[in-house]
């Protein structure tokens, strides 16, 4: 897999322009609404990089997939079942070994299970990577590209 260049730019306070240049050169394009799209890429892309994973929202984008095309697959699947959860508990102070804890206790209760690589020291990873992300776009001025790299 290659990397995919992934650019976030601040269009003004409402709307950002989310553009994705794969390898090979194509690209994906879209503006946004960033109060309730931003955070949600965002949270996508520090968990599938801190868990090298392929089959998610970015590895499918890297390879050619459309951004509005459906993820199909378990690891898909695995990957939404921690990124809306960790999204909804990052309007409060989130401790790793709890989220992982909670998680696996929802997801039994659901008949299912946490995937494999939800850990505390990948969780602790992602809130970091998180952390960053979220200063970068908080620094990155008004008609300016915040700029990061997927690979895996």
Do not use: C
Request: proline content about 4%.
């Amino acid at each position: 897999m290659s990397a995919l260049l992934v650019r976030f730019t601040r269009l003004n306070p409402t709307h950002h322009r989310f553009v994705a240049i794969r390898a090979d050169g194509t690209r994906e394009v879209r503006e946004f609404e960033t109060k309730s799209l931003l955070l949600h890429d965002l949270v996508h892309f520090a968990v599938e990089s801190e868990a090298k994973l392929r089959g998610g929202f970015y590895g499918t984008l890297a390879e050619g997939a459309d951004y509005s095309t459906p993820r199909a697959g378990s690891e898909a699947m695995a990957i939404e079942s921690v990124v809306g959860p960790l999204q909804g508990a990052l309007k409060g102070d989130v401790n790793p070994e709890t989220f992982v804890t909670r998680h696996r206790e929802m997801q039994a209760n659901m008949g299912s299970q946490s995937p494999d690589w939800l850990t505390t020291e990948l969780t602790t990873r992602v809130l970091e990577s998180l952390r960053q992300l979220q200063g970068q776009w908080r620094a990155t001025p008004f008609g300016q590209t915040m700029e990061v790299r997927f690979d895996v």
